[in-house]
């Protein structure tokens, strides 16, 4: 089975600061991926970055990246530069990559983001 | 930018009435999902399609569940007799490669 933990529930950070978003993992998958979405107070989920577990090097898109080390399962997403549309909750999810039967997505409980000016 | 499509964006209904939820998918995905969020809780899986069948589901998935792809565009989630707890905000979902994981923008279902 697999696990995402998001071990907190709310951040603050100022306006053009970076902030580090952790998630930790479980899973007895040899290849997985994971993923970041956003999820602000309209509802909708918003990919943000992807990383494969053989990927060579951390992911990155803009202002965001994932810090990804493998041996300690740990993928954490970082936001430079907070803007104040930044602030909404944030979901570390994961899925299998090898089975083609199974692509369901497994979700952390979230990190809600608060952007201050 | 290819979307996903959720109709109606909310719906109210009776406890104990029948829905469906509609999705029309990315055009050339080949999987298609349905995820659900209760209120201020995190995003729980329900069930996988491909070719025409379901290829996972999770126990919350049960008999009053189904899904259906009546045509060559649309994914339909029925929940035949609505409970309380079936409040929540339901998501259908597309992927056609590894990474291309795409939501739509959900659907706020109220049983009252």
């Known amino acids: 089975a697999q696990k995402i933990t998001q071990t907190q529930p709310g951040m603050f950070v100022q306006e053009k600061e970076a902030v580090t978003l952790d998630c930790t993992y479980d899973?007895?998958?040899?290849?997985?991926?994971l993923f970041w979405y956003k999820q602000p107070s309209s509802g909708e989920m918003i990919f943000l970055i992807y990383?494969?577990?053989?990927?060579?090097q951390n992911a990155t898109e803009g202002r965001y990246s994932l810090n990804f080390q493998k041996a300690r399962k740990s993928a954490n997403l970082v936001i430079s530069a907070s803007q104040l549309g930044d602030s909404a909750m944030y979901f570390c999810?994961?899925?299998?990559?090898?089975?083609?039967?199974?692509?369901?997505?497994?979700f952390g409980s979230g990190t809600r983001l608060q952007v201050q000016p | 930018e290819p979307e996903v499509t959720q109709t109606p964006s909310h719906q109210v209904t009776q406890m104990g009435q029948e829905v469906i939820l509609r999705c029309v998918p990315i055009?050339?995905?080949?999987?298609f999902y349905w995820y659900r969020q209760i209120l201020g809780q995190k995003v729980e899986f329900l069930v996988s399609?491909?070719?025409?069948?379901?290829?996972?589901k999770s126990e919350i998935f049960d008999d009053q569940f189904s899904v259906e792809r009546p045509d060559g565009s649309n994914f339909t989630l029925k929940i035949r007799s609505t409970k309380l707890e079936d409040s929540a905000m339901y998501f259908c979902?597309?992927?056609?490669?590894?990474?291309?994981?795409?939501f739509g923008s959900g659907t706020r279902l109220t049983v009252v």
């Open positions: 899973t007895s998958d040899p290849s997985y991926g």
């Open positions: 399609f491909y070719n025409n069948e379901i290829s996972e």
């Open positions: 990383q494969g577990s053989y990927d060579q």
């Open positions: 999810a994961m899925r299998n990559v090898m089975d083609t039967g199974r692509r369901a997505l497994t």
């Open positions: 055009s050339n995905h080949l999987y």
């Open positions: 979902a597309s992927s056609g490669d590894v990474a291309g994981y795409t």
